[in-house]
């Protein structure tokens, strides 16, 4: 089993930034990709930056400029560095990661963090 604990969320104001950080923790851990997702009231999560094992990431084109994610595969930790917020990237983060077991992925959601962009 793999928990994931988020941290980092908050209010800031439009233009400000804020870094969520993501740890895994458990047994066998062998994780994949990781990635962040968001959720607003009614609408679907949507891919906001995801991160290979390699460090390769991509982002969603609304937040491309602006956020940066990264790992430290020894720490089993992703963060998603967010820069020049706006009003509209205010959601429900939520981290995603996917543990690897004798070549069959698992998937893993953490609690989510609020993140609440002021105008």
């Known amino acids: 089993q793999v928990q994931l604990v988020e941290s980092g969320g908050g209010l800031v104001q439009a233009g400000g930034s804020l870094r969520l950080s993501c740890a895994a923790s458990?047994?066998?851990?062998?994780?994949?990709?990781m990635g962040w997702y968001r959720q607003t009231p009614g609408k679907q999560r949507e891919l906001v930056a995801a991160?290979?094992?390699?460090?390769?990431?991509n982002y969603a084109d609304s937040v491309k400029g602006r956020f940066t994610i990264s790992r430290d595969n020894a720490k089993n930790t992703a963060y998603l560095q967010m820069n020049n917020l706006k009003p509209e990237d205010t959601a429900v983060y939520y981290c995603?990661?996917?543990?690897?077991?004798?070549?069959?992925?698992?998937?893993?959601w953490g609690q989510g963090t609020q993140v609440t962009v002021s105008s």
């Open positions: 991160i290979t094992s390699g460090g390769i990431p």
């Open positions: 995603n990661a996917k543990n690897v077991r004798r070549s069959i992925s698992y998937n893993y």
């Open positions: 458990g047994s066998n851990l062998n994780i994949g990709a």
